[in-house]
T-cell receptor, first 114, second 113 residues
């Protein structure tokens, strides 16, 4: 079974600082997703990374994918309080015959302190 | 364009009862997947439906079942509820199973007492 490890589990950072969340997965996958979840809310799609070396940026968040290392990173630049949330990475296997399935990491609970 | 709609949003049930949750995907989307989210186990895959057929199933007991209708709406059913079934149940829809993007609904918060 595909395993997805995410670290750190908890992250408390000051506003204005930079940090990186790491996502490792155990076997080859078709694609890598990053989601954000606010307390009591659903999952909001942030990025979809489809190929080795893919880099995507949206505001203060930047995600990258290294399929050879089976590693994705979510980099936070100059954090602001609004970024406080739980961030999940997910790896998808999308097979025509057997259907598709997302494997989620444990999530990183990010708190940005003023 | 309406998003993924899950009903009800909140539910309280007693042990031993059964429950049915509903998910209406984004218009035009034909693939629906269900996930269970708990503090202890995180997000776990339940099942995936496409064209009224279950194509994939996660590692859950037979008490968990689902179906998809011709209009792509999906229901999941949990029978003989246990305390451990208390969770946020999330539904995701996509155009086709191999489509890149999956969009999640707001979820149904089930509490078993």
């Amino acid at each position: 079974e595909l395993k997805v490890e995410q670290n750190p589990l908890f992250l408390s950072m000051q506003e204005g600082k930079n940090y990186t969340i790491y996502c490792n997965y155990s076997t080859t996958s078709d694609r890598l997703y990053w989601y954000r979840q606010d307390p009591g809310k659903s999952l909001e799609s942030l990025f979809v990374l489809l190929s080795n070396g893919a880099v995507k940026q949206e505001g203060r968040l930047m995600a990258s994918l290294d399929t050879k290392a089976r590693l994705s990173t979510l980099h936070i630049t100059a954090a602001v309080h609004d970024l406080s949330a739980t961030y999940f990475c997910a790896v998808a296997t999308l097979l025509e015959d057997t259907g598709n399935q997302f494997y989620f990491g444990t999530g990183t609970s990010l708190t940005v302190i003023p | 364009k309406a998003g993924v709609t899950q009903t009800p949003r909140y539910l309280i049930k007693t042990r031993g009862q059964q429950v049915t949750l509903s998910c209406s995907p984004i218009s035009g989307h034909r693939s629906v997947s269900w996930y269970q989210q708990t503090p202890g186990q995180g997000l776990q895959f339940l099942f995936e439906y496409f064209s009224e057929t279950q194509r994939n199933k996660g590692n859950f007991p037979g008490r968990f079942s689902g179906r998809q209708f011709s209009n792509s709406r999906s229901e999941m059913n949990v029978s003989t509820l246990e305390l451990g079934d208390s969770a946020l149940y999330l539904c995701a829809s996509s155009l086709f199973p191999t489509n890149t993007e999956a969009f999640f609904g707001q979820g149904t918060r089930l509490t078993v007492v």
